[in-house]
């Protein structure tokens, strides 16, 4: 049966909530074992997820042009995983989290260049809304000289942001050639045999007190890969990129529970706007036209 647009943004938001709790989970993992550690046996860990999904009902393997969007979106998220993950150890979850929101600005510009999708007066209007909470919450942080450490951290997440925007309108193309299991499954496989290359010289056997955490991210990473692909399989990219401001609040509830880290007045009037942000863009095209569900 048909979805509504906000049912489809909804589930985009859902996803990132539940990639977030990933987020959260890696970057304790990333504290311990290291990043490439981490990102290599979470890999593989999703790997048999997605496979355990997807092969026994696959109805062949996916054609080369579709093949070709796998593996650009594979590098991509490959490089963006690792930047992000090497600056989220360094700097705060929300810190981290708002630095990286540069990215759905970005989409607004890259749907129209290379999907050809139009952009909304209501999108724009969303995305700077939310983007404006973005800046209160780093004139606030400004305030603070961060250390070396923390600026390297910073400058591999904005690298990372960059990789992210692109990486979302390769959502949307995936999405539209492949189902969500395909989607997730290739996605592991790609980022897998990537992350396999540095092997010999980078890959350690983790305890097995790190097995459950490695475990519980990669079931995360994955249900959230089904889900966004759902979504962006019915939804624009540049509707659904305003999804991306709510990881803000995920990161601030799981850098206070999980790493004490604190949440100032200037952050949480910034997530305020984010949502408000996200609101606007949720009433956008009330009759736009969505694909049946699978």
């Known amino acids: 049966m048909p979805r509504s647009p906000a049912f489809v943004f909804a589930a985009a938001a859902l996803g990132i909530a539940i990639f977030s709790s990933m987020d959260a989970v890696v970057k304790g993992l990333v504290l311990a074992i290291g990043v490439y550690d981490t990102m290599l046996w979470r890999t593989v860990a999703g790997i048999g997820l997605t496979g355990a999904i997807y092969l026994p009902r696959r109805r062949g393997w996916p054609s080369r042009s579709t093949m070709r969007v796998h593996l650009i979106r594979g590098t991509v998220g490959t490089v963006m995983a690792i930047t992000f993950f090497w600056g989220l150890a360094r700097v705060p979850m929300a810190q981290a989290i708002a ?31 939310a983007f404006a909470g973005v800046i209160v919450i780093m004139a606030g942080q400004a305030a603070t000289s961060p250390s070396p450490d923390r600026f390297a951290g910073i400058v591999a997440i904005l690298c990372s942001a960059v990789c992210y925007a692109y990486n979302i309108v390769l959502m949307r193309q995936q999405a539209l050639v492949a189902g969500p299991s395909e989607v997730a499954f290739f996605q592991s496989v790609i980022v897998g045999l990537l992350l396999l290359v540095a092997a010999p010289l980078l890959a350690h056997v983790p305890d097995a007190r790190h097995a459950g955490p490695i475990v519980l991210a990669a079931v995360l990473g994955t249900l959230s890969l089904l889900i966004l692909a759902w979504a962006y399989a019915r939804g624009e990219a540049s509707y659904l990129a305003p999804t991306e401001y709510t990881a803000f609040i995920w990161a601030s509830l799981w850098g206070w529970v999980m790493f004490h880290e604190s949440v100032a007045p200037y952050t949480l009037a910034g997530a305020m706007m984010i949502i408000a942000g996200c609101l606007i863009a949720v009433r956008r095209r009330s009759g736009m036209e969505v694909e049946a569900a699978l």
Do not use: D, Y
């Open 99 to 129: 630095l990286s929101f540069i990215a759905p600005l970005l989409v607004l510009f890259l749907s129209v260049a290379l999907l050809k999708e139009t952009i909304s007066r209501r999108a724009i209007i969303a995305s700077l809304a």
